[in-house]
T-cell receptor
């Protein structure tokens, strides 16, 4: 099935550094979501974006809905050890299913490791 | 509120055996999803239920996978017979709204890690 491309695939950073990651697609999306997954757990929603160009923050996290609707960006400021995990983007396809629902596609993930 | 409950947490089976996973969504959530997450990849949607009806099963390998949500509450996902490539984490998620996102997105369970040997 289709998946969104995330980069980087993985990154090691020092505690206190800022982190940037992005998600790109060949097709447009109506909604972008960012999730974090800790080992052995399901993904947890961090930020949801609903409009092209939208910039939304959640604490030290800031995400943007790309103006082309084909990409999104997530920034983490002043990283701390508990930021370690895998970050996934997810896009809502604009195709309205006959069921009256939409389909969501997940990215390949960015694995973040923070060095204390 | 209680989260999405899944069981078992882990399962190891031999290829060609059968296995079943159970999910109890958040109370009142009409929409339930089963995702397959292969190691190193993002979750892939297998099937989506709206109450007790299937609204999308286009990526479910129907020759071996089946799922049901008979009373519109909890759900089971079955694999019969299992193959080595079915080794993955099977995640269940639920949402209170009919497919479209609210500010809350949808909530995932902790998943069942399946190993097929």
């Amino acid at each position: 099935g289709q998946q969104l491309n995330q980069s980087p695939q993985s990154m090691f950073i020092q505690e206190g550094e800022d982190v940037s990651m992005n998600c790109t697609s060949s097709s447009i999306f109506n909604t972008w979501l960012w999730y974090k997954q800790d080992p052995g757990e399901g993904p947890v929603l961090l930020i949801a974006l609903y409009k092209a160009g939208e910039l939304t923050s959640n604490g030290r996290l800031t995400a943007q809905f790309g103006i082309t609707r084909k990409d999104s960006f997530l920034n983490i400021s002043a990283s701390i050890p508990s930021d370690v995990g895998i970050y996934f983007c997810a896009g809502q396809e604009p195709t309205f299913l006959t069921s009256g629902t939409y389909k969501y596609i997940f990215g390949t993930g960015t694995r973040l490791k923070v060095l204390a | 509120e209680a989260g999405v409950a899944q069981s078992p947490r882990y399962k190891i089976i031999e290829k060609r055996q059968s296995v079943a996973f159970w999910c109890n969504p958040i109370s009142g959530h009409a929409t339930l999803y089963w995702y397959q997450q292969i190691l190193g990849q993002g979750p892939k949607l297998l099937i989506q239920f709206q109450n007790n009806g299937v609204v999308d099963d286009s990526q479910l390998p129907k020759d071996r996978f089946s799922a049901e949500r008979l009373k519109g509450v909890d759900s089971t996902l079955k694999i019969q017979p299992a193959k080595l490539e079915d080794s993955a984490v099977y995640l269940c998620a639920s949402s209170p709204h009919r497919g479209t996102f609210t500010n809350y997105g949808y909530t995932f369970g902790s998943g069942t890690r399946l190993t097929v040997v």
